[in-house]
Structures are given as C-alpha cells and as structure tokens.
C-alpha cells in the first residue's frame, strides 16, 4: 500500500465548475505540500500546511491531522488550471524526513 | 530572476554511457535534491545534499553519483550501473532541510537511453 494516496487519478471538470482532489497518507508527518506540474513538466510548489486551512486566489487546502486527510480545492476552474495536482507529505515528527509523495491527479478543464 | 536551471531538457544516450545532469540554482539555497519521475509513479528521491561538500543517499540511489562543491550547482550523473536510465529527472532546491522549508524545483531533464 502505497504511502499516499490520491484520489482521483483522472479528472475532467467543465469551465467554472468547482473541483475537488483528495490525498490521504498512512504516516505520521510534520507538514504536508500541494504540488503544481504543468504539461512541460515543471512544477511549482502550491501550498505547505500542517494544520487547518489556507487560501491562494481561488486554491484552497485543507488537512485534518487526526484523519490523516487533505484537500485541495479549486473554485470556478479555468482551462489553464489543467495540470497535474501532486500531495507530499514530509514523514516523521520532525522536520528532517524526505518528501513521500503521491502519484499525482491528472486535472483536465474544459473551456 | 533566481531560480533553478536543468540542462538540457532534453538528453538522448546509448546504452552503457555515463551521462551527467546539470542543476543549478542561484537562490542561495543551502539543500538540493534529486528525483527521478515515471509515468505513474511518484517522485522519487536520489540523492540530497544539505550543505556544500556533502551528500546522502536517496531510496534509489544504486547507479546515480552526485557532487556539491560548489553551493549553487548540484550535478548527477547516471552511470551504465543503472539498469533502466529513461525518465524524468527533476532538481529541487529549498533554504534548509532541516525545516520545513518549501521546495523550488527545476523544469526537468527527460532522458532516454537507447
């Protein structure tokens, strides 16, 4: 079983409809990251949270620890929000463990 | 601008040659790291370096070496040792691995070994 799931693998979402991906992760961790990979294959970090919630623009993440859940929310979605979404985790309860990351949510957005 | 650069982007090989990946980055970051992507999979970390002059090995480090003798560049080379070379090799830097710091990544070499 993998360390991080994401859920779903595949998403095709119509313009301004609101979107939703999921990861869950089986270790204890310090922080967890939303991760942005383009078609080119660079990727820009979105979001670090530990705890609660944070808001960019229209991305929203949220975590529950106790759950060991998290999403990342994307509200009135746009063709150029087509991207790969990836969640990390940073294991352990300090902050020296590696990155475990999650095989990533292919999100296509349709005009 | 800072940022990181990855030369080239694109990088074809034969079997059994050692090549080498360039990461640069003029962030003044002092941690910088390797991953290796396939479709599929996760990133997958190969080697790190915390500090100039040191390095530690990654889950899938067995036919990669690196070196860091300069701050701002963080070369891997993968040698004829690694038995399936074709991927996506991503360079990331962040200011200290000793926090919980955000990773910047490069824009990524894709090689292929034929």
């Known amino acids: 079983k993998n360390e991080v799931e994401q859920s779903p693998q595949n998403l095709t979402a119509q313009e301004g409809e609101f979107i939703t991906i999921n990861c869950s992760y089986s270790?204890?961790?310090?922080?967890l990251h939303w991760l942005q990979q383009h078609p080119g294959g660079g990727i820009v970090s979105l979001f670090m949270?530990?705890?609660g919630k944070k808001k960019h623009g229209r991305l929203i993440a949220t975590i529950n620890i106790q759950e060991k859940h998290s999403s990342l929310h994307i509200t009135a979605s746009h063709p150029r929000d087509s991207a790969v979404y990836i969640c990390?985790?940073?294991?352990?309860?300090?902050?020296?463990?590696?990155?475990?990351f999650g095989k990533g949510t292919k999100l296509s957005v349709k005009p | 601008d800072g940022g990181i650069t990855q030369s080239p982007k694109y990088l074809f090989r034969k079997e059994g040659q050692n090549v080498t990946l360039s990461c640069e980055q003029n962030?003044?970051?002092?941690?910088m790291y390797w991953y290796r992507q396939d479709p599929g999979q996760g990133l997958r970390l190969i080697y790190y370096?915390?500090?100039?002059?040191?390095?530690q090995k990654g889950d899938i480090a067995e036919g990669y070496s690196v070196s860091r003798e300069k701050k701002e560049s963080f070369p891997l080379t993968v040698t004829s040792a690694q038995k399936n070379p074709t991927a996506f090799y991503l360079c990331?830097?962040?200011?200290?691995?000793?926090?919980?710091?955000?990773?910047?990544f490069g824009p990524g070499t894709r090689l292929t070994v034929l």
């Open positions: 990331a830097s962040s200011l200290s691995r000793l926090y919980n710091n955000e990773q910047f």
């Open positions: 270790v204890g961790i310090s922080a």
């Open positions: 949270l530990s705890s």
């Open positions: 990390a985790v940073r294991s352990g309860s300090g902050s020296q463990g590696n990155l475990i």
């Open positions: 962030l003044n970051h002092d941690a």
């Open positions: 370096s915390q500090i100039v002059n040191d390095f």
